[in-house]
């Protein structure tokens, strides 16, 4: 196995609380070349002085602290600058690895020059670190597909990069609050294949701050749809023959979006938000879910 340095990526807000089953999770990997890049976005709670208390003395560990909170996507753009591994891979502060997960990824990132990001599975586990259930979530992006046009979500944690890869993308969107991991695979297979092991290398902890149990899930929804408008633009533009994604199903994506939170305004009674998405939705694809849109208008 090349001894390829991995850098670990770790974007942090308020999560300091967490960060030490994550913390022991790093120090047990049976693959012991890494860094860890720890760039934290202003967090409010005691986070900087948890890590800076476990990470003391330690030169592998590296704290950065924006000058003020930037979002999702500032940081973990950072993050990925600041890094100096050949292989990279985003461990969020309140999860953890599997032992192994570095060996295994390494050992796949020498196997397969070629692919621009490799993952894998994760597992569902309590706020003590115990196992609840496998996520069924995950796979291979099938024959003629892309991250663009198969399954939503089905590239997943643990999910790692060249950085010779990454470097011929744009980067990650520093402007982006959510949906930042997905619009980063869009630019990433536009570099290079995708390749998904079926293991579980990512313990994922479910607890009141995570994402999934935010209730401003709409807000994500805005951003996934962002990046796939983002994605098939630059597409288009760069000539890129990643898949079949036609203009149609480019106006499908955006009709459906618009749809979407035509209904969300529709259910809290909001007449004119509801008014003006549904007028949006007809606009990006005048034929598409038709006999829907003309029950909508008179109601």
């Known amino acids: 196995m090349s001894n390829h340095l991995f850098s670990i990526l770790i974007a942090n807000y308020n999560n300091g609380c967490f960060f030490k089953d994550c913390y022991e999770s790093i120090l047990n990997q049976s693959y012991q070349n890494w860094e860890v890049i720890i760039v934290d976005d202003c967090s409010t709670d005691d ?12 030169s592998k560990f590296k704290l950065f602290k924006n000058s003020k909170n930037f979002g999702c996507g500032y940081t973990k753009n950072r993050c990925a600058d600041l890094a100096e591994g050949e292989i990279l891979g985003f461990l969020d502060p309140d999860d953890a690895l599997k032992e192994n997960a570095l060996e295994v990824m390494v050992n796949a990132h020498n196997e397969r020059p070629e692919m621009s990001i490799i993952s894998s599975r994760y597992e569902f586990v309590d706020l003590y670190m115990k196992i609840i259930q496998k996520s069924e979530q995950g796979g291979a992006i099938p024959s003629g597909k892309s991250y663009l046009t198969s399954i939503p979500g089905i590239i997943t944690a643990f999910a790692t990069f060249k950085k010779h890869k990454y470097s011929l993308s744009t980067g990650i969107n520093s402007k982006m609050k959510r949906a930042v991991d997905q619009d980063l695979y869009y630019k990433l297979e536009e570099h290079g ?17 995570s994402i999934s149990a935010n209730e401003n ?24 023959k990643i898949d079949n994604f036609s203009l149609t199903e480019y106006k499908k994506i955006k009709a459906n979006y618009y749809l979407s939170r035509f209904e969300r305004a529709n259910n809290l009674n909001q007449f004119c938000k509801k008014r003006f998405f549904l007028i949006l939705s007809i606009l990006s694809f005048p034929t598409y879910k038709l006999r829907y849109k003309l029950k909508s208008i008179f109601k």
Not at 47 to 58: F, P, Q, V, W, Y
Not at 228 to 233: F, G, I, L, P
């Open 47 to 58: 986070s900087i002085n948890i890590i800076n208390e476990l990470i003391a003395g330690d």
């Open 217 to 240: 899930k709409y807000k994500a929804q805005y951003w996934h749809f962002y990046a796939m408008v983002q994605a098939y633009k630059r597409r288009k533009r760069l000539k890129l």
């Open 193 to 209: 294949n995708h390749f998904f092991m079926d293991v579980y290398l990512y313990l994922y902890r479910i607890h009141s701050n």
